[in-house]
T-cell receptor
Framework: NAGVMQNPRHLVRRRGQEARLRCSPM?????VYWYRQLPEEGLKFMVY????????ESGMPKERFSAEFPKEGPSILRIQQVVRGDSAAYFC????????????FGPGTRLTVT | GDSVTQMEGPVTLSEEACLTI???????????LFWYVQYPGEGLQLLLK?????DKGSNKGFEATYRKETTSFHLEKGSVQVSDSAVYFC????????????FGQGTTLQVKP
């Protein structure tokens, strides 16, 4: 039973380029969460999605960031016109439900903006 | 809003020493509480959890008790090993009932042989 898959593991982008981060949840999981970990900090919630729906995007920056979780395929976190401050580790987690259900984390994508 | 505060690290211990990492929280309602562990270069793994007051979560020799009266969820282990060296995160499942996790800033543990 494969765990949560994220790719790429490392991504380097120049300022102004776009970054696309992919997350495939565990089999049978229909809930996906994205978190960002800035250097020397804890994880901060960004967005929570179910298939084809954004449920809570209260942690997403208002501009340049978007997320989707289509009916087929992985969840995508998209960052347009990246800036150096976007450099961070981005983690995806999936669960089979909400509330008390355990979230299983992927290995993360480490984005470096040069 | 909901928040989690952990003791600052790094914490450096000798093998077989006792460990306590303090965690306190602020939340409305009755959150679930978690400890996650992150090994270098990896994602987070759930270490233990507690879903209601006075519950004790335990795993791999680690334990933590959900104390509503002191709003705390301190992580303890009686005898640490070198392999326990990692970053430990306390988290709560907030009052929004979407399941999103609110994390503390993390505590780095280094265990020396």
């Amino acid at each position: 039973n494969a765990g949560v898959m994220q790719n790429p593991r490392h991504l380097v982008r120049r300022r102004g380029q776009e970054a696309r981060l992919r997350c495939s949840p565990m089999k049978g999981h229909s809930h996906v969460y994205w978190y960002r970990q800035l250097p020397e900090e804890g994880l901060k919630f960004m967005v929570y999605l179910q298939k084809e729906n954004i449920i809570d995007e209260s942690g997403m920056p208002k501009e340049r960031f978007s997320a989707e979780f289509p009916k087929e395929g992985p969840s995508i976190l998209r960052i347009q016109q990246v800036v150096r401050g976007d450099s961070a580790a981005y983690f995806c987690a999936s669960s089979s439900g909400t509330g008390y259900d355990e979230q299983y984390f992927g290995p993360g994508t480490r984005l470096t903006v040069t | 809003g909901d928040s989690v505060t952990q003791m600052e690290g790094p914490v450096t211990l000798s093998e077989e020493a006792c460990l306590t990492i303090n965690c306190t929280y602020t939340a409305t309602g009755y959150p679930s509480l978690f400890w996650y562990v992150q090994y270098p270069g990896e994602g987070l793994q759930l270490l233990l959890k507690a879903t209601k007051a006075d519950d004790k979560g335990s795993n791999k020799g680690f334990e933590a008790t959900y104390r509503k009266e002191t709003t705390s969820f301190h992580l303890e282990k009686g005898s640490v090993q070198v392999s326990d060296s990692a970053v430990y995160f306390c988290a709560l499942s907030g009052s929004s009932n979407t399941g999103k996790l609110i994390f503390g800033q993390g505590t780095t543990l280094q265990v020396k042989p």
